[in-house]
């Protein structure tokens, strides 16, 4: 079954380097616009949190002229270059604004996970971002809400039981 991506957005400095990573493994650019991953602020509270796709698919079958498919392998969204005419509309379908344009080319930019190898969990330095098989990530997602929800904020290690 393959891994997804977890986060700890308490752990979050919004230090970007998640984010200069993507673009780089994918384009041989440092260039935020042209990333997979974004670090925002929270609204009203002192962190920041990566927003990456969580492979939800409802891009895929959004997409008017299936440019978007599912690699089955390791269960990331994969874009056609060939197909995709940037027209947007994954974009606009995408609950958590993951999903956006790249600048340059303006066909879709949706994480690939890196093809099962995800740079951004690689290089974060405070391991907000980890790369888990399915029941780690949702022992630690039903840990890490836990916590929001008693608004917690020290740090939560996978191997917090």
Avoid: W
Avoid at 22 to 31: L, P
Avoid at 44 to 49: G, I, L, R
Avoid at 53 to 76: E, H, K, M, T, V
Avoid at 92 to 104: L, T
């Amino acid at each position: 079954m393959p891994k997804t991506l977890v986060i700890s957005p308490n752990k979050c400095t919004g230090c970007g380097i998640c984010v200069l990573a993507c673009s780089y493994r994918h384009f041989k650019v440092i260039n935020p616009a042209r990333s997979r991953i974004s670090v925002v602020r929270l609204p009203h509270e002192p962190v920041d949190s990566p927003i990456y796709c969580i492979q939800c698919g409802l891009c895929i079958s959004a997409c008017p002229f299936n440019a978007l498919s599912r690699d089955l392998r390791i269960g990331a969204v994969k874009v056609d270059p060939e197909k995709c005419t940037g027209c947007g509309i994954c974009v606009h379908v995408c609950p958590y604004g993951a999903a956006s344009r790249d600048p340059k080319t303006h066909k879709a930019l949706i994480c690939d996970l890196c093809d099962g190898d995800p740079e951004c969990a690689k290089v974060c330095p405070e391991g907000v971002l980890l790369y888990l098989d399915p029941d780690d990530a949702a022992e630690y997602k039903r840990i890490a809400f836990s916590r929001l929800q008693r608004r917690e904020v020290t740090p939560l290690r996978p191997d917090t039981r």
